[in-house]
């Protein structure tokens, strides 16, 4: 039978608001934590990284913050616009490899 | 600097069909990249070129898909038998070996495949 794609967490944010989206990861020996943004109809797009030995990085109106202790990734987004309606997927890799593995992806929709 | 180019942007076909899709890396960028993304899901690794050689094929499946990147530049990926479960987007993207701490990749829009 036909296959059927797993069903996307979903957060819905107002207009102007800030917008949190939070990300697991497994691997400790990562040194990179990405963010992508992926519109529809397009591929994923860089947004911000991280390196594993920092906690917090900002970027324009994006924050990453970092949580090796329990493995968590988020992303802030400061006053969410409605261009900023897409999937987000975190994604790590390390140093020494030229590979990147993506987690999984959370719908972000904006409320007018 | 123009970004990398995929077609088709669509295709439809039946099961037990073949398909092949191309890829044009951004230019100087020596490493390639297939992945194929099922709906709901994050983009999976197929295969990795550095240059015209095969760096990481780990997750392609051989019996029925096959890559090449001739001349270093271009590169086609094509399945043959296709199946139903193999309906997703074919991303591609580049990466230049800019010394970073990692290598930094370019996605191109995606090949839409459905499979009936």
């Known amino acids: ?112 | 600097e123009a970004g990398v180019a995929q077609s088709p942007r669509y295709k439809i076909i039946e099961k037990r069909q073949s398909v092949a899709f191309w890829c044009n890396p951004i230019s100087g960028h020596a490493t390639l990249y297939w992945y194929q993304q099922i709906l709901g899901q994050g983009p999976k690794l197929l295969i990795q070129f550095q240059n015209n050689g095969v760096v990481d094929d780990s997750q392609l499946p051989k019996d029925r898909f096959s890559a090449e990147r001739l001349k270093g530049v271009d590169s086609t990926l094509k399945i043959q038998p296709a199946k139903l479960e193999d309906s997703a987007v074919y991303l591609c993207a580049s990466s230049p070996m800019r010394g970073r701490a990692y290598n930094e990749q370019f996605f191109g829009p995606g090949t839409r495949l459905t499979v009936l």
């Open chain 1, 1 to 112: 039978g036909e296959s059927v794609g797993l069903h996307l967490p979903t957060l819905s944010v107002q207009e102007g608001d800030n917008s949190i989206i939070n990300c697991a990861y497994s691997n400790s020996a990562s040194d990179y934590f990405i963010w992508y943004k992926q519109e529809s109809g397009k591929g994923p797009q860089f947004i911000i990284d991280i390196r594993s030995n920092m906690d917090k990085r900002q970027g324009q109106r994006v924050t990453v913050l970092l949580n090796k202790t329990v493995k968590h990734l988020s992303l802030q987004i400061a006053a969410t616009q409605p261009g900023d309606s897409a999937v987000y997927f975190c994604a790590e890799t390390y140093s020494s490899a030229s590979k990147i593995i993506f987690g999984s992806g959370t719908r972000l929709s904006i409320r007018p």
